[in-house]
């Protein structure tokens, strides 16, 4: 969609807006295959990085008196951790570790992917659709596992006059399965279009008239974007937590 | 990026001769195993850290911390304590030294008025003894007032009758002078 632009113009005013979420190999330039070092592997590992640094290092003191970075540290765990458990309760406690490493690998791609020339992976469907599916096929196997056929209840809504049951079943179980859908395109998606906008902004700053504009445009959306980032990790986490609380306690 | 054409290897069905994308990178399937095979190795090793060495250490440090403020606060209460206690001693001291120094002040006045009333006794005694003594003195210096009187009238009397040519009759003289005096 930015090329046909770019070749009907031929002017100074250039859109790439998609161009920054291109995967390249991080060495040379041959094809890219599934083993490849690539932009997206330095992105995800600078991720690690950011997490061990403020989850690890930071906490080596083990202080009683908390650093600044050992606070953010203790506020991200207790604000995970009281979540869980405030939706899924005692039992939820035990997929802590895998809530957190959703929520920390989320937010911090997201702010990884907000520094100036840096590449996004929480911006691509490849990145969130396994994430989505990853808590998706949890809960279904769990659910199973812990309440066998119990698990079905889900869909067979008890309170509702037993005509309307079949029906309801229905969009139950299509809600039920859509569910991945939307888990994955609502982070990808809200993250992908706040970097094309602020790119498409950026692309109208080369007239000099409107630059000014462009740059406040920018500036704003910026700040929307650092809102969003945590917005959205904040969203697919808790969304997590409800979905688990499903195949914790499946009855309606 | 935009310009610098790139090797016929890489263009693909996603990128186009420049290096631009051609319509969404996201929806670019050549580049799929590639993302989630990193994503997955991501995510593993986020996963190990966190739950290996992290979170516990996360959770001992709150647990720390936990541990320490409940045991400040009992220390704390404990103190407390202790300090209502000392103050409790302190104000029972007080009292005490209160009540023996107004002992003291009461055994200390009665001594004094003890020794006044003696005092003030034997200061009456004496006065009543002086007072006594005194009246005596004045009676005796009164009888031998009114005899002296009598003897000078008397004598005054018989002078008086020998001046005016009588002769003195010392039994009617006295007579009339005591009638005289006792009236």
């Not at chain 1, 992908?192 to 445009?217: E, N, Q, Y």
């Not at chain 2, 670019?28 to 997955?40: A, E, G, H, K």
């Not at chain 2, 055994?107 to 004496?126: C, N, T, V």
Request: proline content about 4%; overall charge negative.
């Amino acid at each position: 969609m930015a090329t046909e632009t770019t070749a009907a113009e031929g002017s100074s005013l250039v859109f790439h807006p998609m161009d920054q979420f291109i995967v390249k190999p991080l060495f040379g330039d041959g094809a890219i295959a599934w083993y490849t070092p690539t932009n997206v592997t330095l992105w995800l590992f600078l991720a690690i990085l950011a997490i061990i640094g403020l989850l690890v290092l930071s906490t080596s003191k083990r202080a009683i008196v908390p650093t600044r970075m050992q606070s953010i540290a203790e506020l991200a765990y207790g604000f995970i951790y009281k979540m869980l458990e405030d939706i899924c309760g005692k039992e939820g406690v035990k997929f802590f570790p895998y809530v957190m490493t959703l929520f920390m690998f989320i937010v911090s791609a997201n702010f990884l992917g907000l520094i100036p020339t840096s590449f996004t992976t929480t911006s691509h469907f490849a990145v969130t659709i396994p994430l989505a599916l990853a808590v998706f096929l949890t809960v279904t196997i769990l659910g199973f596992v812990k309440n066998g056929a119990g698990f079905l209840g889900l869909f067979w809504v008890s309170s509702a006059p037993l005509a309307l049951r079949p029906i309801l079943a229905i969009i139950e179980l299509i809600s039920y399965f859509v569910r991945p859908v939307s888990h994955s395109i609502r982070l990808a998606g809200n993250v992908m279009a706040g970097h094309a906008v602020i790119k498409v902004f950026a692309g109208f700053a080369a007239i000099a008239a409107i630059s000014p504009v462009s740059v406040l445009a920018i500036t704003a959306m910026y700040g929307l974007e650092v809102l969003v980032a945590f917005i959205q990790a904040y969203v697919f986490t808790i969304l997590t937590c409800v979905y688990l609380k499903d195949a914790l306690h499946p009855s309606h | 990026m935009a310009t610098e054409p790139i090797s016929e290897e890489v263009v693909g069905t996603c990128v186009d001769s420049h290096g631009s994308a051609i319509g969404m990178p996201q929806l670019c399937f050549d580049w799929f195993p590639n993302q989630i095979f990193w994503l997955v190795i991501t995510l593993v090793v986020i996963f190990l850290v966190l739950s290996r060495v992290a979170l516990p250490r996360i959770a001992a440090i709150l647990a720390e911390r936990k541990g320490t403020i409940t045991n400040d606060l009992a220390a704390a209460e404990d103190l407390k304590a202790k300090a209502v206690e000392a103050e409790e001693a302190y104000n029972k001291a007080l009292a005490d030294a209160r009540s023996e120094a107004q002992r003291i002040a009461a055994e200390a006045r009665a001594e004094i008025q003890s020794g006044l009333d003696d005092a003030i006794a034997k200061a009456d005694a004496e006065i009543a003894a002086k007072a006594a003594e005194s009246e005596k003195a004045i009676a005796e210096i009164r009888a031998g007032a009114l005899e002296s009187i009598q003897v000078v009238a008397k004598d005054t009397a018989a002078e008086l009758v020998t001046a005016l040519g009588g002769e003195a009759d010392a039994k009617a003289i006295d007579s009339a002078v005591d009638a005289q005096t006792k009236g």
